[in-house]
């Protein structure tokens, strides 16, 4: 009896330890979103053999020991694949990862030529590291979304173009190496808010111009050899430990002073973040005082004395010539009456080789308090009155665009000669401008719809804000001109066109655009809207999102021109627009306001143009096909009816899953309820995801009927 009793307590005691590790098992198990996510990745990098224990769908990466996978209960904290021969590219969804700290990925064949994925993961990752791929084009924009980013390193990929402005909201980052790459352009201004950044590598690059962004940064070691640099080494640097700055044309001799504006030393100083280094001993003899030393007191006063002394020289001529001139003449004296002296040691105006010192105030008006604002009444020429608006502007941060003359541009243009004239909108026309150089830019003259008010302080605002936005489908502005009373903005050139021109202009010299540059254009387009929208801020609501905005580069990549332009035009001008074009959502027609959804309805008819060919509204139609929403949305969900709704200049050469897939997100974007429609972020995703099935598809194709596709060379999207 006694026997069968400790049996029966040693039975339980085995099922009780068997029962306690399944327990455990199932408390261990990983994130189901971070599973997806490594499926995803695991597919994307054509499911490698070598990586133990990955699959395809499912598993338990956590508790069944992935290779380079750390864990921290049950979510995914660490990816370290190094050095192991990968291919293929990072997945589409990896910022669904949320608890993500480090990603490792260097030493690898990543990418084969394409963008680093958008979507990577921005929520606590520490430590990014794709450096030793092929990822080609711009450092991603994404990386701005990630505010705990300690280590950058991108180095020895192929990425090409300027680096924006994505540095500003960086304050943990330590290092950053983007060495051995093919980036040009000036170093970004938001460099400067890197306050903790010790370490940073650009050589081996093409970049340009100076490094002066770069003096008040608390760095220990510093790369930029080889690369194209100008200007002089800025004396703070010339201090740090590591330096190296062979292979780029700096100037020889002694720096130029800084400009008369520049704040004093003692005042930057105050300024510095608490990481820099101090350049002096001040610090230590200060004692902790904030009083003002006996110095800055007797600077005080002879600075009150020589005001004074100027105040009362001016009144006492003012005086001497009120006797001898009439009123009239004495108000409009030009300002360099003044002493040569004084109008050197004036705050200088930027631009300053263009501005004319007649536009400043007379001797009259100067006193201790601001100048008067110039009125446009007042007797000032036309190049007085264009340059207003930079002196008033002086304080703000430089805009990085180029000053172009009117003369240089009449020259480029022809005179604005009609046979140059490649475009007309909201905005104003655009012309093709040839210059001496052989560069071609796209002038864009701004029309009195433009700039309602005609202020040039309006274009000048405008003009600053566009030159802040930075995006690889984003048309850049490269250079502006307000001479004259003219305004002017100036952008790169697109050889292909408009999206318009290419799909509704008969060309014998233009093939048709096949399904997966179709697919490739949406999804462009779709990620410039969705950084106006939700990388922006504040957002940006484009309110003129057409297919004539996207403009095609030789690769037929799209880039959306007009945005930042629709603060300063009256909703109804662009709603009297939109009614006869087709893109206008139902509720701007009965409420005349855009919002954020109504770009997204824009967008979803550009989509269906892209599936039809069809302009979205057509008056030589039959009156129940002119509109196009109303004609299609009913049939999109029909497979037949979908068939013969796509464009006939496809004949037929497009994957009907991936038809029907394109079709479901538009639907979505076309709803005629603003709630319903998604966010452009979705929008992307969506379309991410349609295009990564196509490429798991395509891989399970037997290689002879993939080489019977059309279009190999996008077979990306097929």
């Known amino acids: 009896m006694a026997r069968a009793a400790w049996a029966a307590w040693l039975l339980v005691l085995m099922c009780f330890g068997a029962w306690t590790p399944r327990q455990i ?133 192929q990425l090409s173009g300027d680096i924006t402005d994505i540095f500003s909201n960086l304050p943990s980052l330590t290092t950053v190496d983007l060495s051995s790459n093919s980036l040009t352009g000036n170093l970004p201004q938001s460099f400067t808010s890197l306050s903790s950044l010790k370490t940073l590598y650009l050589q081996n690059n093409q ?16 790369n930029v050899a080889n690369n194209h640099f100008t200007g002089w080494i800025p004396n703070e640097l010339k201090k740090i430990n590591s330096l190296q700055t062979d292979g780029n044309s700096w100037s020889t001799g002694p720096a130029p ?94 631009e300053a080789s263009t501005v ?17 604002k110039i009125e446009r009444n007042q007797s000032f020429d036309d190049d007085d009155f264009a340059n207003k608006p930079v002196a008033k502007k002086s304080n703000a941060a430089p805009v990085k665009a180029t000053v172009y003359s009117v003369a240089d541009l009449q020259m480029a243009t022809d005179s604005f000669n009609m046979d140059n004239l490649i475009g007309e909108g909201t905005f104003g026309r655009v012309y093709r401008a040839q210059f001496s150089d052989g560069k071609v830019l796209a002038v864009k003259k701004l029309n009195s719809t433009a700039l309602p008010r005609q202020s040039s302080d309006d274009f000048y605002e405008l003009m600053t804000n566009i030159s802040k936005l930075h995006h690889p489908n984003l048309s850049e502005l490269v250079g502006y001109c307000m001479e004259h009373g003219q305004h002017l903005l100036i952008y790169d050139f697109h050889r292909n066109g408009s999206l318009h021109d290419m799909l509704h202009l008969s060309d014998d010299y233009n093939k048709p655009l096949s399904w997966n540059s179709r697919v490739k254009i949406a999804l462009g387009s779709a ?160 379309l991410v995801r349609l295009v990564q099935r196509a490429n798991m598809t395509r891989r399970m194709i037997d290689g002879e009927e993939a080489s019977r596709r059309p279009d190999d060379q996008e077979q990306e999207f097929v």
């Open 356 to 372: 004319q010192v007649e536009s400043l105030p007379s001797p009259a008006a100067v006193n201790l308090k601001p100048p008067p």
């Open 25 to 157: 098992l199932v408390a261990a198990a990983t994130d189901a979103n971070d599973v997806t996510a490594l499926n995803t990745l695991f597919t994307s990098m054509n499911s490698p053999g070598q990586l133990q224990g990955w699959k395809v769908s499912g598993g338990d990466p956590c508790s069944e020991s992935w290779q380079g996978i750390t864990c921290s209960g049950s979510s995914v904290t660490a990816i370290k694949l190094l050095n192991l021969g990968l291919s293929g590219n990072l997945a589409y969804n990896m910022n669904t990862m949320d608890s993500l700290v480090e990603l490792d990925m260097s030493q690898n064949n990543l990418g084969g030529g394409q963008q680093i994925p958008y979507n990577l993961p921005n929520k606590k990752i520490e430590r990014l590291n794709l450096a030793g791929n092929q990822f080609s084009g711009a450092v991603p924009y994404s990386i701005s979304t990630m505010p705990k980013l300690k280590y950058l390193n991108l180095n020895h990929n």
């Open 527 to 686: 990620r410039a809207l969705e950084y106006l929208h939700e990388i922006c801020s504040p957002s940006i609501i484009h309110k003129n999102f057409k297919s004539s905005n996207i403009l095609l580069d030789t690769e037929l990549n799209p880039h959306i021109s007009d945005a930042g332009h629709s603060s300063f035009v009256p909703d109804a001008e662009f709603q009297a627009s939109d009614q006869v074009s087709g893109y206008s959502a139902p509720e701007v027609d009965m409420s005349g306001q855009y919002t954020l959804k109504s770009d997204v309805y824009s967008f979803g008819v550009v989509m269906l143009e892209l599936l039809t060919g069809r302009k979205p509204f057509d008056s030589s139609r039959p009156r129940s096909e002119q509109s196009l929403v109303r004609w299609a949305t009913p049939q999109l969900h029909d497979i037949d009816a979908l068939d013969q709704m796509v464009d006939p200049a496809l004949k037929g050469l497009y994957p009907a899953k991936s038809l029907s897939r394109f079709a479901d997100v538009l639907a979505l974007c076309v709803q005629p309820e603003p709630e319903f429609r998604p966010p452009m972020s979705e929008v992307v995703q969506a």
């Open 257 to 350: 002073p800084p400009p008369p504006f520049t704040a004093p030393p003692q005042s930057r100083n105050r300024r510095k973040s608490p990481g820099q280094r101090s350049n002096g001993s001040n610090n230590s003899s200060s004692g902790g005082s904030s009083g003002i030393g006996a110095g800055a007191i007797a600077g005080i006063i002879i600075s009150v004395l020589v005001v004074g002394a100027v105040v009362a020289f001016f009144l006492i001529k003012r005086n001497q010539r009120k006797g001898a001139m009439p009123e009239h003449y004495e108000q409009r004296q030009p300002f360099n009456s003044f002493p040569s002296n004084e109008v050197k040691n004036m705050k200088p105006i930027e």
């Open 207 to 222: 970049l340009t111009g100076s490094i002066n962004v770069l003096a008040n940064l608390p760095l220990d070691d510093l």
